[in-house]
T-cell receptor, first 113, second 113 residues
Framework: DVKVTQSSRYLVKRTGEKVFLECVQDMDHENMFWYRQDPGLGLRLIYFSYDVKMKEKGDIPEGYSVSREKKERFSLILESASTNQTSMYLC????????????FGSGTQLSVL | GQQLNQSPQSMFIQEGEDVSMNCTSSSIFNTWLWYKQDPGEGPVLLIALYKAGELTSNGRLTAQFGITRKDSFLNISASIPSDVGIYFCAGQRIPNSGYALNFGKGTSLLVTP
């Protein structure tokens, strides 16, 4: 089975801190994605990547950046965390050009105080 | 990304009842998908639909790709407590969308024994 592992299940940070959320997948998938999930708003795409060192902005990239130095790892970076970035963050990966089958991690609940 | 309107927002039903939920869009999609998120986990793909009019089943779940290609429906028959979770519709417009999925806001399902 495909495994998508997110480094932390819960994270508490202070306003202004630089925050790294890490995601690793073990199935050699080309495509990786970062979503945030908020009650009543569903899943919103932050950034995605189709290959190493490539990145594309999603619907809500402001305040975030990403890094993909290796195929299996996709990092989400909050340069200066703010309280409105308190959310559940979900990483996903998929294979090939057809992205309909996304494999998700269990999520990181980030609280920014 | 393209807005998907998913309804109802939440449902509270008794075990054994049937459930219906739907998703609509103002634009055409070439693929419709239904994901389920169990509490504390990431979403998992339930059903994928690739052709207008297609009706596909997965156990007690049945989903349909609307004829207009602007909507999709998910039905759950004889609900059981483990059906609890959030159900997301998702659409994909290939090739113009850049392959990333657009998700609905989710339908939260609660089932009482």
């Amino acid at each position: 089975d495909v495994k998508v592992t997110q480094s932390s299940r819960y994270l508490v940070k202070r306003t202004g801190e630089k925050v790294f959320l890490e995601c690793v997948q073990d199935m050699d998938h080309e495509n990786m994605f970062w979503y945030r999930q908020d009650p009543g708003l569903g899943l919103r795409l932050i950034y995605f990547s189709y290959d190493v060192k490539m990145k594309e902005k999603g619907d809500i990239p402001e305040g975030y950046s990403v890094s993909r130095e290796k195929k299996e790892r996709f990092s989400l970076i909050l340069e200066s965390a703010s309280t409105n970035q308190t959310s559940m963050y979900l990483c996903a990966s998929s294979w090939g050009a057809s992205n309909e089958k996304l494999f998700f991690g269990s999520g990181t609940q980030l609280s920014v105080l | 990304g393209q807005q998907l309107n998913q309804s109802p927002q939440s449902m509270f039903i008794q075990e054994g009842e049937d459930v219906s939920m739907n998703c609509t869009s103002s634009s055409i999609f070439n693929t419709w998908l239904w994901y389920k998120q169990d509490p504390g986990e990431g979403p998992v793909l339930l059903i994928a639909l690739y052709k207008a009019g297609e009706l596909t089943s997965n156990g007690r779940l049945t989903a349909q790709f609307g004829i207009t290609r602007k909507d999709s429906f998910l039905n759950i028959s004889a609900s059981i407590p483990s059906d609890v979770g959030i159900y997301f519709c998702a659409g994909q417009r290939i090739p113009n969308s850049g392959y990333a999925l657009n998700f609905g806001k989710g339908t939260s399902l609660l089932v009482t024994p």
